[in-house]
């Protein structure tokens, strides 16, 4: 399968699990699955009790605790919401078991290195190259999207403090333009990369 160089494709990771990536892949629909099946309080509480468990194992129960500390302002009133809507039961079982599913696909991307995650979507999509699809370009998709995300994030970051240092923390324009600016230039040098590795659009 045709990569990026380390440059361009490395993800930070933790220690990854000692658990093949169809097992966790298995873990995560499972979670899924099991959240939307019984939809109580106490099952989205085990759900969310047994991903919180894999992340203390993988080392990273921080980035579950700073997931759902970024995730509960939209939690809260999604819980609102289905409280007024359903009762209580929802509005404790939707919220938490939100959170669940999406800790569980969190901590699969966590845990396996960016090449093995990769290769097990390549092979994935591969029984649909007779529809046309491309295994590897897909893969590689994947690929540039988890390698954007951090610097989307630090580019916010960074045009926030930018805009606050000047007394505009509250002006949308002085945090959009410079991160939507950083971000065309971004994506711009990432496009001439791929072509100039022969990554780009290809003649068949």
């Known amino acids: 399968m045709r990569t990026l160089p380390s440059r361009m494709s490395s993800v930070p990771v933790a220690v990854p699990l000692a658990v093949p990536l169809p097992v966790k892949a298995l873990a995560v629909v499972a979670v899924t699955a099991w959240v939307l099946a019984v939809r109580t309080p106490l099952a989205a509480a085990l759900a969310l009790l047994l991903v919180a468990v894999g992340f203390a194992v993988s080392g990273q129960l921080r980035e579950l605790l700073r997931t759902s500390l970024q995730a509960l302002p939209v939690l809260v009133l ?9 009762g209580w039961e929802a509005a404790a079982a939707v919220p938490v078991g939100i959170l669940a599913c999406v800790g569980a696909a969190q901590l699969l991307v966590a845990t396996t290195p960016v090449p093995v995650l990769l290769d097990g979507l390549s092979a994935l999509v591969r029984p649909l190259r007779r529809f046309g699809a491309d295994p590897e370009r897909f893969a590689l998709a994947v690929g540039l999207m988890l390698r954007s995300l951090p610097w989307l994030s630090a580019a916010l970051r960074d045009a926030r403090q930018a805009a ?18 950083g971000t065309v230039a971004y994506a711009r040098r990432t496009g001439d990369a791929l072509a100039a590795r022969g990554l780009g659009d290809r003649q068949d």
């Open 78 to 86: 999604l819980g609102g919401f289905q409280f007024f809507a359903a």
């Open 164 to 181: 606050a240092a000047r007394g505009l923390g509250r002006s949308p324009r002085a945090l959009l333009v410079p991160a939507v600016v």
